[in-house]
């Protein structure tokens, strides 16, 4: 008779946990959008039952203990990036993690002359 881990994995699908249980049926997540390259931190706030945490949660909140990328948690557990976001932002509204915006790259002053240069290199194709 199979234990109840050996139940509930498929060597070869994984586990038979599919992504709308893990999210409780919902596509989309509430409150302000994010980017998938936004940095992900924990606060250092306390949840009042860590018992209402699903284990998911809970590895998200040890992969953002250093800041991370939402993108690179969604592949550090292997589940769906929407799946990802809906926990992400469970987490955030408990006020344990903090998402911020990327950093915009300060605009760079172009060069004529390497430009012209270039196009030059190209025209001698």
Same mark, same amino acid.
């Given at each position: ?13 994984? !586990? ?32 009042? @039952?860590?018992?209402?945490?699903? !284990? ?33 932002? @469970? ?35």
């Amino acid at each position: 008779m199979p234990s109840n881990d050996e139940r509930w994995l498929d060597a070869e699908a994984g !586990p038979v946990v599919r992504p709308y249980a893990l999210t409780r049926g919902r596509t989309r997540h509430a409150g302000e959008a994010f980017d998938l390259v936004a940095t992900v931190t924990t606060t250092g706030g306390r949840v009042a @039952d860590p018992g209402a945490l699903a !284990p998911e949660h809970i590895l998200v909140l040890q992969l953002a203990r250093a800041p991370t990328t939402v993108v690179d948690i969604a592949s550090d557990v292997d589940l769906a990036l929407g799946v990802v976001r809906i926990l992400l932002a @469970d987490l955030r509204e408990l006020g344990l993690v903090a998402i911020r915006a990327p950093v915009p790259a300060e605009p760079r002053q172009i060069d004529r002359n390497t430009l012209r240069e270039v196009l030059h290199g190209l025209r001698a194709l």
